[in-house]
């Protein structure tokens, strides 16, 4: 008789390419990712998809790589996140604080009542990091479930300040070095061609989503046109490398929590 590890394991990883008697049939022994995007402007150079396309990537290949130790699906990304703080420069989709909260809320109990037990909110837009916490630790206190949310830059820190993605930046930041060079790596035809460039960026460690405390500041993002840090300083080598690191630390990350408990 095989094993039940083997015996429960899908087939595919995409949820979506499922059929209803496939999900149940592994879903208590599959781990789930709930991949979170967001639609909204990058800058005058970076799609408004950029967090979208990011997330289902990053998502997709640490899944597919997981899914040598452990049973693991995706779920279609999240297109749209909280960006309110975007909405004066066009270009973005946003739901207010408590509806995305709530969204979070009615996505996590669906794959609770499909039977599933081990879900993991993998974000990838800084201003759904708190309000994803918020949801995986209500929904849990709430159902019989175990269920985690990082963003993909807090799980791969490490891997990144290793490959000097934090200096000269900020780590992520938005439509900057970072994310042009990620994006540059993953759809680059939609790229513009020139890209904005600012003198004096500071080339120090620069831990914007690791910072102790949170700080706000009215009117922040139009003070900044809506970009951080030097865009044209990214390129597809520096993406090809942020991105290796990235589903590397997050595809180990995903193991080591199908495997806890």
């Not at 709930?34 to 396309?53: K, N, R, S, V, Y």
């Not at 999240?78 to 969204?103: C, K, N, Q």
């Not at 849990?140 to 934090?166: C, F, G, K, M, N």
């Amino acid at each position: 008789m095989l094993a039940k590890s083997h015996a429960m394991r899908p087939s595919r990883i995409l949820f979506a390419e499922m059929t209803r008697q496939e999900l149940r049939a592994i879903a208590g022994e599959t781990t789930v990712v709930l991949p979170l995007g967001a639609t909204e402007q990058h800058g005058p150079h970076l799609p408004a998809g950029t967090d979208f396309f990011t997330i289902d990537r990053v998502a997709q290949a640490a899944a597919e790589r997981a899914a040598a130790d452990v049973p693991i699906v995706v779920t279609p990304a999240l297109p749209f996140g909280s960006s309110d703080h975007h909405l004066t420069f066009g270009a973005t989709l946003s739901l207010r604080t408590e509806t995305y909260y709530r969204v979070l809320n009615d996505l996590l109990r669906s794959l609770v009542t499909d039977g599933f037990r081990r879900l993991f909110l993998l974000n990838g837009h800084g201003g759904n990091h708190e309000l994803a916490q918020l949801a995986a630790r209500d929904v849990a206190l709430e159902l019989p479930a175990r269920i985690a949310a990082a963003s993909y830059w807090t799980i791969a820190w490490d891997a990144l300040v290793e490959q000097r993605a934090h200096l000269g930046c900020r780590l992520p930041g938005h439509a900057g070095v970072f994310e042009t060079s990620m994006m540059l790596a993953l759809r680059p035809e939609l790229i513009a061609t020139e890209r904005p460039h600012r003198d004096n960026v500071s080339d120090t460690d620069s831990r914007s989503f690791y910072s102790p405390y949170r700080h706000e500041i009215h009117d922040f993002w139009k003070q900044i046109d809506g970009y951080s840090d030097s865009p044209d300083q990214g390129s597809e080598e520096k993406g090809r490398r942020y991105q290796e690191a990235v589903v590397s630390a997050v595809a180990r990350t995903l193991v080591e929590f199908a495997k806890a408990g």
